[in-house]
Structures are given as C-alpha cells and as structure tokens.
C-alpha cells in the first residue's frame, strides 16, 4: 500500500472511532510513516472529502407513464454507514445532476417509512456502525420531459463522529443515469371487469421494495408487480367458505400471454393452497406456485405466478401468440389468496432479475381502493371493498396500472 492510501485509512478510521479516543494529531506521537490527521470536514486539495455514509444506485430508474397522467420514477439508493458510530439520515434531496436543481426530497418523516437498514424488516433511517441498507425513493413527474438525464443525491446525516464544523451534509452522492430505454406495450393479461390492482406501484412496500439477496447480490424482481384479484357486483373479493378457493371471484380465470414469446420458465404440479394464511417453510423454488415466464423480446421477460395445478397450457420452449390462454388463476405457492401475480423483469429468474416497468395498451379505470389496509380488509374477512368517493370511469392507453386501481379489461 502507498503512503497516500496510508494516510486516507488513518483519516477514515480517525473519522469513525473520534467519539471513542482516536488520537489527534495533536497529541499522538508520529511513528516513522506516521501520516498527518485531516478532518473530514476539511476537502483535500481536489475538493475530495471522507464520507461517514457511502452510497450508490444499483440499478438505474425507468420512466414510465401510469394511470395518474405522471411520469414515475421508482429505484433504490443504496448505503453503508462507514463509521464505529449510529448514524441518522436526515434528509435526502434528488437533484438534477447537471444543474443541482431539487427535483424531489425524502425529509425525515418520510426516511422513517423508506429507509431498510440491512437484516431488519422494519423501516427506520438508523443505520448502526458498518450497517447497510436501502432507501426506496419513488418520484413523480408531470411530463416526461421534466425528468432530468442524470440524478444525484445530496445526504444529511447526523452522527456522533462528525468532526467540528461538519454539518452532516454530503454534497452528492449516488450519481446515476436515467434509463431512458423504450418500454414494451402489452395486452391485459386477464379480461372482465373489477380487477384490483394490489400491491402495485408505486408505494405499495410488500412488492416495491421486496428486495432480495440472490445468488451474491441484490435484486428487486418486483419493483412494478402487481397482484391481480376481482371484486363481484357488491364489491367483494370473496363470498362463502374463506378457507375454499373457490370462493373468491378471480379463481379460475383464464390468463393471457400479453404479448408474442418463448416459454423459458414454467412449472404445473403444485397444489394449492389453504387461503387465509401464507404457507410456512416454503422453499424458493415454490415461492411463485405455478407459473410461466415469458420471454417478450428486447430484454423483457414476463412472469405470472400461482396458477392452478394442471392448468398451464404451454411447456418450456413453445411459442405462444399475444391473447393466447396460458392457465388460470390458482392460489398455488407463497400465496394467501387466489391473485394472479405478474411483473416484468430483465432476465428469465423471477427473483434473480431487476424489475422493469411495462404499459397496458388499453384499459379502464372504473374506481379506487380507498388504501392497502382497505384492501386488506376486504381480501382478509370479506367485508367489501372501501373505494374513493366519487372516482371518475376513465380510458387509459399505453399506460401502466397503479395500485389499487379498479380496472376492466376489455376481452
């Protein structure tokens, strides 16, 4: 190791340990290579400065346009406290890259609810010595074009470590730039009318950030999942015994392929499952049920889960055409009750690929679930579905579907 990186570790070190004793230059005693203490509030000579939180992108945003008439961003930044310490984010702004100009803002109310640290299930924006974890930030636009080409990030955090003078504020941090590639148009995967679309985008945290350790690193397969159940006339989701799948609305339906492709993922042998509560101990492999993925094409694969046993029509390697019937709707898998989950991602692993986004290339909106604890109620005891007072019947085109949104599939 050269003197210089010598002398950075000591800083670095000396940064995280101040609040426990690390030796100043003042008063330690040089050794032969002993290099001088520089604050990390104090730039070097390149305007380099030491960072008691790191951070960065792992996987560029995608804008898309939703039901809502905005374009939507939705990605992770990634962080790792590198200090002995706690350290508290106090507030993320996104900026325009090229002209600092704030584009959106996490404070510290909403980094209560959207930052992970690592190997905790609750959110919290306390990241404990060397812990990392996960801010999921979702912007929204009003027009396509307002969406900046490339983001970064400027960070306050607090933290007993900080030198004198230090204000906590990282000028910018994970630098990244927008995705801008062309999204695939497909068809409805489902037809009729009253299909809620559960656990979607944008804030919905049980697919949005279901961020998983795969194979050596992290994914998020089901950034813009959605989980398709159907309410009847009076708007509920199940009527009868709620133990049979068979009592609620969207059971059986027939799925769609959504556009032309390859099966490269398929699997038809599972049961199903009790409704009501998540099957314990189920292994990764029969997290999805039964299930196909897709391959549409241009890097985008289409993924379906929890289809009924010995529904699926097509095998691995056939070739299936846009609109064709590809099983029905199941409860089979990690699965609490008859949905039909589907997401686009960019490789042909359900959970080892990034989520994408995708448009619908036409669909209603006839209502909106009033919240996920509404929708929850409804899909849990039976009570019908809260919805928005006065929500307005509109047609939609080259668009995506946003959660909780009622939508009607034309056949």
Same mark, same amino acid.
């Given at each position: 190791?050269?003197?210089?990186?010598?002398?950075?570790?000591?800083?670095?070190?000396?940064?995280?340990?101040?609040?426990?004793?690390?030796?100043?230059?003042?008063?330690?005693?040089?050794?032969?290579?002993?290099?001088?203490?520089?604050?990390?509030?104090?730039?070097?000579?390149?305007? !380099?400065?030491? %960072?008691?939180?790191?951070? *960065?992108? &792992?996987? /560029?945003?995608?804008?898309?346009?939703?039901? +809502? =008439?905005?374009?939507?961003?939705v990605y992770e930044l990634s962080v790792t406290n590198f200090t002995s310490e706690p350290l508290t984010v106090k507030n993320v702004a996104v900026l325009d890259a090229a002209t600092d100009k704030q584009v959106g803002e996490l404070d510290e109310a909403a980094l209560v609810i959207r930052a992970y640290p690592a190997g905790s299930r609750q959110a919290g924006n306390v990241f404990q010595p060397g812990q990392a974890g996960t801010i999921f930030i979702h912007l929204p636009f009003a027009a396509g074009d307002d969406v900046p080409d490339e983001l970064t990030h400027r960070v306050h955090v607090d933290s007993g470590v900080l030198p004198p003078g230090d204000d906590?504020?990282?000028?910018?941090?994970?630098?990244?730039?927008? !995705?801008?590639? %062309?999204?695939?148009?497909? *068809?409805? &995967?489902? /037809?009729?009318?009253?299909?809620?679309?559960? +656990? =979607?985008?944008?804030?919905?945290?049980?697919?949005?950030?279901?961020?998983?350790?795969?194979?050596?690193?992290?994914?998020?397969?089901?950034?813009?999942a959605i989980d398709y159940e159907q309410a009847d006339e009076q708007n509920r989701i199940f009527t009868g015994d709620p133990k049979d799948p068979a009592s609620y609305?969207?059971?059986?339906?027939?799925?769609?392929?959504?556009?032309?492709?390859?099966?490269?993922?398929?699997?038809?042998?599972?049961?199903?499952?009790?409704?009501?509560?998540?099957?314990?101990?189920?292994?990764?492999?029969?997290?999805?049920?039964?299930?196909?993925?897709?391959?549409?094409?241009?890097?985008?694969?289409?993924?379906?889960?929890?289809?009924?046993?010995?529904?699926?029509?097509?095998?691995?390697?056939?070739?299936?055409?846009?609109?064709?019937?590809?099983?029905l709707v199941g409860n089979t898998g990690n699965s609490v009750a008859p949905h039909l989950h589907i997401h686009v991602m960019d490789g042909p692993s359900p959970l080892a690929a990034q989520g994408l986004p995708y448009l619908y290339d036409r669909f209603t909106v006839t209502g909106q679930v009033a919240s996920t604890a509404d929708f929850d109620a409804s899909e849990g005891t039976g009570v019908p579905l809260a919805l928005v007072p006065d929500a307005t019947r509109t047609e939609h085109a080259d668009q995506m579907v946003l959660d909780q949104n009622l939508v009607t599939f034309a056949p």
């Open positions: 190791m050269t003197t210089t990186g010598r002398a950075l570790l000591s800083v670095l070190f000396c940064a995280g340990l101040l609040a426990s004793g690390c030796a100043s230059a003042d008063t330690a005693a040089p050794g032969p290579e002993s290099p001088s203490t520089v604050s990390s509030a104090t730039p070097a000579a390149g305007g !380099d400065a030491m %960072t008691p939180l790191i951070g *960065s992108v &792992p996987f /560029a945003p995608v804008p898309f346009e939703g039901s +809502d =008439g905005l374009t939507h961003l906590g504020t990282i000028k910018r941090m994970g630098t990244v730039t927008v !995705d801008r590639r %062309t999204l695939p148009v497909v *068809s409805a &995967p489902l /037809a009729g009318e009253r299909y809620i679309a559960a +656990d =979607g985008c944008c804030d919905a945290a049980r697919h949005t950030r279901a961020i998983l350790p795969v194979n050596g690193q992290t994914y998020v397969s089901q950034r813009y609305e969207i059971f059986g339906k027939e799925v769609y392929a959504v556009a032309d492709g390859t099966v490269v993922g398929t699997r038809n042998d599972l049961a199903e499952q009790t409704p009501g509560t998540y099957p314990s101990g189920i292994p990764i492999d029969e997290a999805d049920g039964n299930f196909v993925v897709l391959d549409i094409g241009d890097g985008f694969y289409v993924n379906y889960a929890h289809m009924q046993p010995g529904s699926v029509r097509p095998e691995l390697g056939d070739k299936v055409s846009r609109g064709d019937v590809i099983g």
